[in-house]
């Protein structure tokens, strides 16, 4: 089985976004860069699958140079190959872009694939748009927000989250896979995975390589303003013996919050 | 908080009497109040109960005083202390009440002075890159300014709700002791006052003094028995440029335990080293709903690296790698990333939480490194033959290791609580063949929660008696009057 899984270097979640208003950017000095989580849940499939049906697991990433330490991680979790389509434009956060390139890419130099495998959205840029396009351009069946996977040879189930249930799909491949947190737990890298991805070479492939012209990769959404959301009113702290505290919590709840 | 029992008793095993000492009356309230106001004395029985007891479980040592005080300066502080040795009143000084050993229990009961208030962090002072702290910051505060601060305050000791009182008092270690030292090394200056309410104030923002005896150092360890710390001068680091954290799987633990010397001898000198059992993983990650790492093996090393780059991390833990791994590791995890550090960290320190609902007492004994193999094994033995169950765990690298003598055995996993007809007797011969097994091999009993109430009996049993003597002279010089925290370390 030829598993491809792509994944985006983003901004840790943990970490204090600080913005560049002039720019509309995020200022990236003192952030630190991880694997988007979703993403990382698709490695982690991609390894499952390989387990049990046997295969080749590719991992690939667009971004800058930078982007090469999200690729060792996967390799270091076990991934066979990873590649690197270096891309220096800055973050435009459009999906239909990076759809583009992903199945400009896969059609061009990597046909024989039998499953894509996706993070739901990337944090950060939070689209959800990647995966359902790439499949789209491809013409290829897609499941997303899957929280369980069974592979066959040919064909695959997956369940699904949709509002207040779950939906259960079979589907042929090659397939679309995008991954919800719960489809699994993500492994610790081993250290003997480490050094080996450490020696591991990746690959560079270009945007011209790919034959993608200017105009094809000019971003079709136009950024107009970046800003924190507002920040978040203090809480209410009540100071009392017990007694008091009680009273005026209730008096609070009925008559300003009135919950009660 | 999970008491054994709810009844406070006045007296416990030591027979202690309050006879030399006079009692809290009204007027003596009254001057209480004066210093530190009204709302900061407490006198209700109810409201003292939390003041009776530390993290100790057993009540028979726990006792009520009959005033709490909570002062907010140095000056309040002296005040209460003049108070107290005119009208011989006995003092316990506390801070934040997580000592294992009933160190800040009112034996004789009079005055707890809590510190709690005073938990300012004065400064951060970049230039020296010191700081100054009231003996009432808890460390969960403090490490949260020194990192904003951009430093680095290398101990680590497992409760962050230890405050700086207690700390200095109890030099206390904790997991990153094995490459960093403990508190004692950390400690530059003291603002104390005495039993008399003078106020002394040794060393300084200084890093080195070799002027006269060290008062500095005869303060901290000191179980609150020679003066009251008010203010605590800290030496900070730079911090380490990369952490990395190795959860080590192996199928049983002395191999485990043999890895560590070999480590140290190929000269690796990790921030930390924890020795972990499975058993306890398993019912702390019940409890936290949280997963360890790898569900190999049944016992964990926990090998926490610090480096100055990536390149000299990759050095270290390949070599710890090969090391493990020669000694029969099944495999060698990694935890680069903070939420998985944090996670390691979380399931490790939450151990203590997990199964204290049926721990009697935490043993704190300490022996030469190369020691620690064999007096786990010791442990083992123990356990078997009195089929009490005795988790062991802690900082494998700096000989210093806890068993916890539990009210339960262990089934399957499951823990299943013993009567106390069961365990009572036991105790005592379990904690003394482990103790006999610590002086054997070099060892002292306590590393790093103190003797306070608790281990004071055994004291004379690995220490000289002419040591002794000579601390009890010491303690007279400081207190001749022994109104401070009397009743610990040694009668
Ligand atoms: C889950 C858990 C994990 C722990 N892990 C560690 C560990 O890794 N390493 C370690 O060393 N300890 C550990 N401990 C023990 C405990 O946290 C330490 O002993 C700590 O130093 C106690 O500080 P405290 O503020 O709670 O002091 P308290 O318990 O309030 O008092 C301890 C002693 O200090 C004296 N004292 C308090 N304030 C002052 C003052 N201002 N002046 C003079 N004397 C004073 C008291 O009289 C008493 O004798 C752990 C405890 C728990 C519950």
Redo the contacts between chains.
């Keep these: 089985m030829n598993i491809f899984v792509f994944v985006k270097r983003v901004p840790?979640t943990?970490s204090k976004i600080r913005i560049d208003r002039e720019n509309n950017t995020i200022i990236e000095e003192e952030l630190?860069f991880?694997l988007s989580p979703y993403d990382e849940y698709a490695v982690e499939e991609a390894l499952r699958v390989r387990e049990t049906v046997g295969g080749k697991v590719t991992v690939f990433s667009i971004g800058p140079d930078e982007a090469k330490v999200v690729l060792k991680k996967a390799l270091?979790m076990g991934a066979d190959e990873a590649v690197l389509i270096k891309d220096d434009s800055p973050e435009a956060y459009d999906g239909l872009r990076i759809a583009k390139i992903i199945s400009r890419l896969i059609k061009d130099k990597y046909p024989g694939y039998d499953l894509l495998l996706f993070g739901k959205q990337s944090v950060g840029a939070d689209n959800a748009q990647v995966p359902a396009m790439v499949a789209e351009i491809l013409g290829l069946p897609q499941v997303n927000v899957v929280t369980k996977l069974d592979i066959d040879d040919n064909k695959g189930t997956a369940i699904r989250e949709i509002e207040g249930a779950a939906e259960k799909v079979s589907f042929p491949l090659p397939a679309v896979i995008s991954a919800q947190k719960g489809l699994n737990?993500p492994r610790?890298?081993?250290?003997?995975g480490?050094?080996m991805a450490?020696r591991k070479e990746i690959p560079l492939i270009s945007l011209q390589d790919l034959g993608l012209t200017e105009e094809e990769l000019l971003p079709r959404l136009e950024l107009i303003k970046m800003d924190s959301p507002p920040a978040r009113e203090a809480g209410k702290v009540i100071e009392e013996e017990p007694e008091d505290a009680a009273k005026k919590l209730v008096e609070f709840l009925h008559k300003e919050a009135k919950v009660i | 908080m999970n008491r054994k029992t709810q009844n406070l008793k006045k007296t416990g095993k030591t027979g202690r009497k309050s006879g030399m000492y006079n009692k809290v009356d009204k007027n003596i309230i009254t001057q209480l109040e004066k210093i530190v106001g009204l709302k900061n004395v407490i006198v209700d029985p109810e409201k003292m109960v939390d003041y009776s007891h530390d993290e100790f479980s057993l009540d028979e040592i726990a006792r009520n005083p009959d005033a709490v005080v909570k002062p907010v300066s140095t000056e309040e502080i002296a005040e209460i202390c003049r108070l107290a040795n005119t009208k011989k009143i006995p003092v316990t000084p506390r801070a934040g009440a997580t000592g294992l050993c009933g160190g800040c229990v009112p034996a004789f009961g009079g005055i707890v002075v809590s510190v709690e208030r005073m938990n300012r962090i004065i400064e951060i002072d970049m230039k020296n890159q010191m700081a100054e702290v009231e003996a009432g910051v808890n460390l969960r505060d403090f490490y949260a300014e020194v990192e904003e601060a951009g430093l680095f305050f290398p101990p680590h000791p497992g409760d962050e709700s230890a405050m700086f009182g207690g700390l200095v008092a109890t030099n206390a270690g904790g997991a990153r002791a094995v490459k960093y030292g403990v508190i004692r090394n950390y400690i530059r200056g003291l603002e104390v006052v005495l039993p008399s309410g003078n106020v002394i104030r040794p060393g300084g923002k200084l890093m080195k003094s070799s002027s006269g005896y060290n008062l500095l150092n005869l303060f901290i360890g000191s179980e609150g028995t020679l003066g009251i710390v008010s203010h605590i001068i800290i030496q900070l680091m730079p911090p380490p440029a990369v952490l990395r954290s190795l959860i080590i799987p192996y199928d049983n633990l002395h191999d485990a335990i043999e890895t560590v010397p070999l480590m140290i001898k190929r000269k690796i000198l990790p921030l930390a080293v924890e020795f972990v059992p499975r058993e306890v993983i398993v019912i702390t990650e019940n409890m936290l709903n949280k997963k360890w790492p790898c569900t190999q093996g049944n016992t964990y090393l926990l090998v926490i690296l610090d480096a100055a780059g990536a390149e000299e991390m990759d050095r270290l833990s390949e070599t710890v790698a090969e090391v493990c791994l020669e000694k029969g590791a099944i495999d060698v995890f990694v935890a680069d990333d903070p939420k998985k550090q944090e996670l390691v960290l979380d399931i490790r320190s939450k151990m203590y939480e997990s199964i204290k609902e049926y721990n009697i007492e935490t043993l704190d004994i300490v022996v030469p490194r190369g020691e620690i193999a064999n007096h786990v094994e010791k442990i083992v033995e123990v356990q078997n033959k009195f089929g009490l169950w005795l988790p062991t765990y802690g900082h494998a690298a700096d000989g210093n290791v806890h068993t916890h003598i539990m009210s339960a055995r262990l089934e399957g996993g499951k823990i299943i609580p013993l009567s106390e007809d069961d365990w009572k007797e036991k105790l005592n011969q379990v904690r003394n063949e482990l103790y006999r097994d610590c002086k054997d091999r070099g060892g002292m009993i306590s590393g790093e929660h103190g003797i306070g109430i608790v281990k004071k009996d055994y004291l004379p049993y690995v220490i000289d008696k002419e040591e002794i003597s000579l601390m009890k002279g010491i303690k007279h010089v400081f207190d001749p009057n022994n109104i401070m925290n009397p009743g610990k370390i040694f009668d």
Excluded: C, F, S
């Excluded at chain 1, 610790?188 to 003997?192: A, G, M, N, V």
């Design positions: 840790d943990e630190n991880i270091a737990e610790y890298e081993t250290l003997k480490i050094m450490k």
